[in-house]
C-alpha cells in the first residue's frame, strides 16, 4: 500500500508530531511504500524523499501580513501537494496536524481531484472548536458551544489565547473551512470516545476510534513498581495542564512528599515565582527531558500527576506513565476518564479541585501496597490497549 502522511512538521515537537512521524516509520517498517508532506519548519528528519515539496513555514510577522489570505487558504501548498501526489501515487493520504498558514484545507482539495482515500486523525478538538481548547475566554470549559452553533462564538467569547484579533481569525477561519466543504467523503480518526462524542455533536461525518500508541521505547522498557518517594508531573508549563494545581496541592502536603516537575512553558517564571512565595521545599523543577530522562523520572516515581483543566483528547504522559507501572492520578475531563480508571489504574478527582488532588496523593504516598495494585493495573492495561501493533493492525483496516 502506497500511504502519503501529512503533518505540519517532519520533527516531533507534539504528541500529534510523534504519531505522525511514528506511523510513517511503523508503515516503512512493515513493508509499506510511505511519503511525508510537511512544511519546511527546520530541522527536520532527514530519512525523507521528497522535502523539495515541503511548503514554506512562515516564521516572521511580516510574512504573515504579507499574505494575510494564505492563513486561510495556502496556494501554493495546494500545488505543492498536487505535485507529490503526481509523483508519488499513493493510495491512501492520512492527514495528522494542519496548522495554518503553512498548510490549510487547500492541500485536500488535489487528493479529492485524484479520487484518493482521505484519513484525517484528528489530535484536537480543532474541528469543533476554532481554538482548539474547548475553552471559554480562554479560562474556562465551554461545554462545546460552538459544536453545534455558529463558530463565531470563538471570538464574542474572546476564546484565543492571544486575544480578540486571534479570536476573530479563528472564528472566520472555522467558517471558511466549512464553507469549502472538502470534508464530506473524509473518514475520520479520534483517539478517544470523548472527542468522537464532540464529534458527533458537531455532526461531522464517519468518525472511528482508534486509540494512540506509546512507542516502542516505552513498550520494551521494563516497569518498576518501586520508587525513590516522589510525584511527577510532566508537560508543558501553561494554566490549561494544571500547573498551579500542582503547586497549591503542594502548599497542603508535608515537605517530605516531594513532587518533580519535567516541562517548560510560557508560566514556568510565573509557577517558579509562586513556589518561591509560597517558601515550598518540596517542588524540584528538572527542566525539559528527552524520552531516556523521562523513562526514569516515571521508572522512580510513586505515581504520575495530569490535573488539566482543559479537554485532554488522549494524553501520550498517560500512556507512558502505565508502560512504566505508575498509577496516574488525573482529572476527570475529556478522555482523560477512558484511560485512568478510579481506583484500578490510577485516581480521579474533580477539575480544580487541588485540595483532593492533594488527599489523593497522601493516599498513595501512605499505601505503598495500593499504589503497586493501581501500576500493575495500569501496566497491563497499556500493553493490552496502547501497542504500535494494535495500533497499526487498526489503522490499516481503516485504510482498507
Not at 141 to 156: G, I, R, V
Not at 316 to 330: C, D, H, L, R
Request: charged share 25%; net charge positive; proline share 3%.
Amino acid at each position: 500500500m502506497r500511504v502519503l502522511i501529512v503533518n505540519c512538521n517532519f520533527k516531533i515537537e507534539t504528541g500529534a508530531d510523534f504519531i505522525a512521524c511514528e506511523t510513517y516509520k511503523l508503515l516503512k517498517e512493515n513493508g509499506h511504500d510511505v511519503c511525508f508532506f510537511a512544511s519546511d519548519n527546520k530541522p527536520y528528519f532527514e530519512d525523507a524523499e521528497f522535502t523539495k515539496y515541503f511548503t514554506h513555514y512562515p516564521l516572521t510577522a511580516f510574512e504573515y501580513a504579507k499574505h494575510p489570505l494564505k492563513y486561510y487558504y495556502n496556494r501554493e501548498a495546494e500545488q505543492r501537494m498536487r505535485e507529490i501526489i503526481k509523483e508519488f501515487k499513493p493510495d491512501v493520504v492520512h492527514l495528522h496536524y494542519i496548522l495554518h498558514p503553512a498548510i490549510t484545507f487547500s492541500i485536500i482539495k488535489p487528493c479529492i481531484e485524484n479520487n484518493l482515500k482521505i484519513v484525517f486523525t484528528l489530535h484536537d478538538s480543532f474541528l469543533t472548536c476554532p481554538a482548539t481548547t474547548l475553552l471559554k475566554n480562554n479560562k474556562n470549559y465551554c461545554h462545546e458551544q460552538c459544536c453545534d452553533k455558529n463558530k463565531l462564538n470563538c471570538f464574542f467569547n474572546n476564546c484565543g489565547a492571544k486575544g480578540l484579533e486571534q479570536s476573530l481569525r479563528l472564528s472566520i477561519l472555522a467558517n471558511f473551512n466549512k464553507t469549502l466543504n472538502y470534508l464530506e467523503n473524509v473518514t475520520f480518526i479520534t483517539p478517544s470516545e470523548a472527542l468522537k462524542k464532540i464529534c458527533d455533536k458537531s455532526k461531522i461525518g464517519n468518525v472511528k476510534v482508534i486509540n494512540n500508541f506509546a512507542g516502542e521505547f516505552f513498550e520494551r522498557s521494563e516497569p518498576s513498581f518501586e520508587d525513590k518517594g516522589y510525584f511527577l508531573f510532566s508537560g508543558r508549563l501553561v494554566e490549561e495542564k494544571g500547573i498551579f494545581d500542582v503547586i497549591k496541592a503542594a502548599k497542603l502536603l508535608p515537605e517530605n512528599i516531594k513532587i518533580h516537575i519535567v516541562g517548560r512553558g510560557n508560566k514556568e517564571k510565573q509557577v517558579k515565582n509562586l513556589v518561591k512565595k509560597y517558601g515550598l521545599k518540596n517542588i524540584d523543577f528538572k527542566g525539559f527531558m528527552d524520552r531516556k530522562d523521562l523513562y526514569n523520572e516515571y521508572k522512580n516515581c510513586i505515581a504520575t500527576i495530569v490535573p488539566s483543566t482543559w479537554f485532554e483528547n488522549f494524553p501520550t504522559i498517560i500512556m507512558e506513565s502505565f508502560f512504566t507501572g505508575k498509577p496516574v492520578i488525573a482529572s476527570n475531563i475529556g478522555g482523560i476518564v477512558e484511560m485512568v480508571e478510579d481506583n484500578k489504574t490510577g485516581m480521579l478527582f474533580e477539575v480544580g479541585d487541588y485540595k483532593t488532588l492533594a488527599s489523593k496523593m497522601m493516599s498513595l504516598f501512605e499505601d505503598r501496597e495500593l499504589t503497586k495494585i493501581l501500576g500493575k493495573n495500569a501496566y497491563n492495561k497499556a500493553k493490552n490497549l496502547y501497542t504500535t501493533k494494535k495500533y497499526l493492525e487498526n489503522i490499516l483496516n481503516i485504510y482498507e
